[in-house]
């Protein structure tokens, strides 16, 4: 299957700093990309889509300024988390749906985890 | 989308069948049925997806329902790397993204 990466997989930050991860896909490419969040114990939850070339759509709630979503290439989307806080610390997982997908299956990412000092 | 119920947990005999069972009864005609796992601290691994038509895979089966109103997943041969937690996902398809559930905690006990 078509393979998604992430990086970093793990980071940790001081209260106040901006954390850059990004996500490739790796052997195909991507018009759309997923950034999701997941709390300890809890299910994914969306925070935002973006697609290439133009600006990302962010669910409701989640802040556009304070997670900043790139996605400038067909293989490659950032998520910015900008002046990072403690309650910013969780598991980010982006996934990316192939260009000549058929099926509309997601391809996901094996996650950064971040830890907000 | 449509709304999925799945149980909390569920426990499994290595080497036996899982079977993972999965209600979405106000499923649409248009609207697919996913699922997909997740290991602790990992991302979320596609298993299978299916209309109406029972699927198999490589991984595993999936046994849909004449009305569609609710479907199960089965690993025919559970294993301690099975162990993980287990979302099924309705969703209609190009365009739309997956909205998670909870999904089922598998434990496969040695």
């Known amino acids: 299957g078509a393979v998604v990466s992430q990086h970093p997989s793990w980071v940790i930050c001081k209260s106040g700093t901006s954390v850059k991860i990004e996500c490739r896909s790796l052997d195909f490419q991507a018009t759309t990309m997923f950034w999701y969040r997941q709390f300890p114990k809890q299910s994914l939850m969306l925070m935002a889509t973006s697609n290439e070339g133009s600006k990302a759509t962010y669910e409701q709630g989640v802040e556009k300024d304070k997670f900043l979503i790139n996605h400038a290439s067909l293989t490659l989307s950032t998520l910015t988390v900008t002046s990072a806080h403690p309650e910013d610390s969780s598991f980010y997982i982006c996934?990316?749906?192939?260009?000549?997908?058929?099926?509309?299956?997601?391809?996901f990412g094996p996650g950064t985890r971040l830890t907000v000092l | 989308d449509a709304k999925t119920t799945q149980p909390t947990s569920m426990d499994c005999a290595e080497g036996r069948a899982a079977n993972l069972p999965c209600n979405h009864s106000?499923?649409?005609?248009?609207?697919?049925v996913y699922w997909y796992r997740q290991i602790h601290s990992q991302g979320p691994q596609y298993i299978i997806h299916g209309l109406k038509n029972n699927e198999t895979n490589e991984m595993a089966s999936l046994i849909i329902t004449e009305d569609r109103k609710s479907s199960t997943l089965i690993l025919p041969h559970a294993t301690l790397r099975d162990t993980a937690v287990y979302y099924c996902i309705v969703r209609v398809g190009y365009g739309q993204n997956f909205v998670f559930g909870p999904g089922t905690r598998l434990s496969v006990l040695p």
């Open positions: 106000t499923i649409s005609g248009n609207e697919y």
């Open positions: 996934s990316a749906r192939s260009l000549a997908d058929s099926y509309n299956e997601q391809f």
